[in-house]
C-alpha cells in the first residue's frame, strides 16, 4: 500500500475551489439547467450554515435525534399544504428520483397485498421521467409507455385510461413534464384510474412548488394536485424551485395507509431494530435542515415573487424566440421550462446537426443550454430551465442566441457515416467485447485517455442515429470510462 501524505487544510480547501473553475457556474442564470439560482442576497450562506448545524445529526433515528422528526415534520407540512388534501401524510427524500422510486414501491406494494397483483405495471407516457423506468427496472414491474399528443407533446388521457388493466398498480402524470415542460391532464388520468381502482402519481418534481405561486401570482394553472379526485401520491423536489441545496425532496400520498407500503421495518437480524422509510439508512440531517432553513426563510410571499420572476423571464424568452426565424418553441410550455427546435429552413423539419451545432456555439458564448434527443417521432430540442436569475440574462440570450444561430449556419452539418451506423444497428449491445465498446466510443470522440470532447454535436449526432439498447449501452460505457477508477 502507498501511503498519502496529510495535507494542511488551506491546502485541501484550496485545490476544491481549484477544481470548480472548469465546472458549469451554478450561479449568475447562464447555465439552463441542473442549477436554479433565486438571486436572493444571503440565501447559500443560509443553507449551508443550516446545512453545517446539522451535518453530523444522523437522521436514521428520531428517537435518538428528536430534532429530526421536528423539522421533517414542518417541511413535509409545509408540502401537504400547498399540494395536499386533508389527511395527506409524505416523507423528506434525497431528490426526485428517491421519491419516485419509494411512490412506485409503495404502488407496488399496494397493488400486491391490496389488490393480489404479483405482476404489476406501471402505466406512463412517453414523456415521464426516466426515474419512473428506473423505478420499474430496480422494483420489477412491466412499464407500458403510451405516446404522448405529438402536437401538444401532453400525456393523451384517452390512450393512458385505454392502457389501464386490471396488473396496473400504478399510473402517472406530470406536472409538468420535464421533457417539454407542459401538464398533463392530471384530472382525466386522475379520474380513470379512480374508476378501475389504480393509484395515480403526480410527477410535479420539477412544478410542485412553482405552480401553486405562479397560481398566486396571478397566473392560470390547472388543477394538478392531491386535491384533484384519484391522485394518491405526488412528488415534489425542494431542491428545484424550493430553492434548497441538491438532495431535498418530499413525496405525499394521500393518507397513512399508502404511505405505510413506502416503509421498511426489519426485526430478522441481531442489531438494532430497523424502520427505514426511504432508500437510504443513515443519513446527514444537514440536507433537511437546510431545505427546512430555506423553506422558512424564502415563505409564501417570498416564493410568490420569485414565480412571478420565473414567468417573467419564460415571458420574455417565449417572445423572443417566437420572433427568431427558424426557430420552434415545443408544445405550450406552463412554467419555467422551455424547449426548442430548429430548422434548417423556416418551414422544414427540425435539423439535429443544427441544432446541436447551436448548442456548441452557445457553449462557448458561456451558456448552457441542454440538448434532448429525438425519441419516438418527437423531435430533438434544446431546453431551458428558467430561474429567477434568467430575467436579467434574458436580452443577452437572445442577442447571443441571434449570433449562435448565424454562426451554426454556416458549419458544415454532422453527419453519420452511413456504414457505421449500418454496423451499429446489426451490433447486439449485449454481446460487445471491450474492444469493440473501446472502437466506437473512440469513433464518437470519446476515447478515454483523452478527456471530454469540447464540441458534442458528433458525439449526440452519432448517439440519435443508434438504437436505443445501443445508446444505453455505450453511455454505460461511457460513464464508466470517466469514473475510471
Ligand atoms: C428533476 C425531475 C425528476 C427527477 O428528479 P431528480 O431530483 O433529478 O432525481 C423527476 N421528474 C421531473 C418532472 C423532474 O423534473
Redesign the pocket.
Known amino acids: 500500500m502507498t501511503t498519502e501524505p496529510a495535507r494542511p487544510a488551506p491546502d485541501v480547501l484550496a485545490e476544491l475551489h481549484a477544481l470548480r473553475e472548469g465546472d458549469a457556474p451554478t450561479r449568475g442564470g447562464r447555465t439552463f439547467a441542473y442549477v436554479y439560482d433565486a438571486g436572493l442576497a444571503g440565501l447559500d450562506e443560509l443553507a449551508a450554515a443550516a446545512y453545517t448545524a446539522y451535518a453530523t445529526v444522523n437522521g436514521l433515528d428520531p428517537t435518538v435525534f428528536p430534532s429530526v422528526a421536528r423539522l421533517e415534520n414542518d417541511v413535509v407540512g409545509a408540502a401537504a399544504r400547498l399540494l395536499g388534501a386533508p389527511g395527506a401524510q409524505g416523507t423528506f427524500t434525497s431528490?426526485?428520483?428517491?421519491s419516485?422510486l419509494l411512490a412506485v414501491k409503495a404502488a407496488r406494494d399496494h397493488a400486491r397485498t391490496v389488490r393480489g397483483i404479483t405482476a404489476p405495471q406501471l402505466v406512463i407516457a412517453a414523456t415521464a421521467?426516466a426515474?419512473f423506468h428506473k423505478a420499474a427496472h430496480y422494483l420489477g414491474l412491466d412499464t407500458v409507455v403510451v405516446p404522448v399528443d405529438p402536437d401538444t407533446f401532453r400525456a393523451d388521457a384517452v390512450a393512458m385510461a385505454a392502457a389501464l388493466t386490471d396488473r396496473t398498480a400504478l399510473v402517472v402524470a406530470?406536472a409538468?413534464?420535464?421533457a417539454h415542460g407542459v401538464i398533463d391532464p392530471v384530472g382525466e388520468i386522475a379520474a380513470a384510474a379512480a374508476a378501475r381502482g389504480v393509484l395515480c402519481h403526480v410527477?410535479a418534481?420539477?412544478?410542485g412548488w412553482l405552480l401553486p405561486h405562479l397560481r398566486r401570482a396571478g397566473r392560470d394553472v390547472p388543477p394538478f394536485d392531491l386535491s384533484v379526485p384519484g391522485v394518491t401520491s405526488l412528488?415534489v423536489?425542494l431542491?428545484?424551485y424550493g430553492y434548497a441545496d441538491k438532495g431535498a425532496?418530499v413525496v405525499l400520498y394521500r393518507d397513512a395507509e399508502l404511505r405505510r407500503h413506502q416503509y421498511f421495518a426489519h426485526a430478522g437480524w441481531p442489531g438494532y431494530p430497523v424502520v427505514n422509510p426511504t432508500v437510504q439508512g443513515t443519513k446527514s440531517g444537514g440536507l433537511l435542515a437546510q431545505a427546512w432553513a430555506v423553506l422558512q426563510h424564502v415563505g409564501d410571499d417570498g416564493y410568490t415573487a420569485l414565480a412571478a420572476r420565473v414567468a417573467e423571464a419564460s415571458d420574455r424568452l417565449l417572445a423572443g424566440l417566437r420572433a427568431t426565424e427558424g426557430i420552434k418553441i415545443l408544445g405550450e410550455p406552463a412554467a419555467g421550462l422551455v424547449a426548442f427546435t430548429v430548422t434548417g429552413t423556416t418551414a422544414g423539419p427540425p435539423d439535429l446537426s443544427l441544432l446541436l451545432h447551436l448548442a456548441d456555439e452557445m457553449r462557448e458564448r458561456g451558456w448552457y443550454l441542454q440538448p434532448q434527443l429525438s425519441f419516438d417521432g418527437l423531435p430533438p430540442n434544446l431546453h431551458l430551465t428558467l430561474t429567477p436569475a434568467a430575467v436579467g440574462q434574458v436580452d443577452a440570450l437572445l442577442g447571443d442566441l441571434a449570433t449562435a444561430l448565424r454562426a451554426a449556419r454556416a458549419l458544415p452539418p454532422v453527419t453519420v457515416d452511413p456504414g457505421l451506423a449500418e454496423l451499429a444497428a446489426g451490433l447486439d449491445p449485449g454481446a460487445l467485447g471491450p474492444e469493440e465498446i473501446a472502437s466506437v466510443l473512440a469513433f464518437a470522440g470519446l476515447g478515454s485517455d483523452k478527456g471530454l470532447p469540447t464540441r458534442m454535436a458528433p458525439v449526440l449526432v452519432l448517439l440519435d442515429a443508434l438504437p436505443g439498447p445501443l445508446k444505453e449501452r455505450l453511455l454505460a460505457e461511457f460513464i464508466g470510462s470517466v469514473f475510471r477508477v
Open positions: 431528490g426526485g428520483t428517491e419516485i421521467h426515474a406530470s409538468p413534464s420535464y410527477d418534481c420539477i412544478g412528488s423536489d431542491h428545484k425532496s
